[in-house]
């Protein structure tokens, strides 16, 4: 882990890989959304509203994996000190709450034809929310520290703590009554036929790619930015 956690060493795989993931990303996005949209039937009961989880699914996947990963960041940055570990958080915490956003709005859309209104004080759907503006709680803490590399000890604490919120958003629909559909996918199957599932799967993968190769533009930004400002002081002291 030590190994990859130098920044030049970290650079060198990041500049060819972002091409990639964002080209990759962006045809299987436009190509699995084409497919769910235009050749998948409608759906029995919801019709074509039933299609939105072709954007709302993955959002919702990314959101929470978002925070995973800022979860995951913060320890590594308050139990080793790695010089990428500030940085990899700060880059996941934007894209993570605008992929949050999007499950809300992309859910509200949703459950308005379903349910008949744009929002209830669902388990799910207010944990989702809460998520949210975790994200836009971490961003502040993030920003409020001097040093653009790192994390401070309160916005790492606060990374770890707020994944408490994961498994509440996952099992809330268990946990709870529910207007929310229960988990369509679990690791024992797939109540979802085929004929949805590919194009969400290929609309999943190709959302994650897109998401990793911002988060690698975002990283890549910030130690550029490190780079020019410690130049700078050195100049300024020569």
Known sequence: MHRFANPARFLGIAKPLTPFLLWSGAILVVFSCWWGLTQVPAERLQGDTVKIMFVHVPAAWLGMAGWTGIAVASIVQLVWRHPL?????????????????LCLVTGSIWGKPTWGAWWVWDGRLTSMLILFFLYLGFIALANASSEKGSLSRTAAVFGIIGAVNIPIINR???????????????????????????????????????????????????????????????????
């Open 172 to 238: 809330s629909v268990v946990w709870w009554e529910s207007q929310h559909q229960k988990a369509s996918i679990t690791l024992g199957g797939s109540s979802i036929d085929d004929s949805y599932l590919w194009p969400l799967f290929g609309s999943a993968i190709g959302f994650s790619l897109l998401f990793g190769a911002i988060v690698l533009m975002r990283m890549r930004a910030a130690l550029a930015e490190i780079r020019i400002e410690a130049r700078m002081r050195r100049l300024a002291e020569d």
């Open 85 to 101: 570990a500030g940085v990899s958080a700060r880059a996941v915490a934007a894209p993570g709450a605008v992929f949050a956003a």
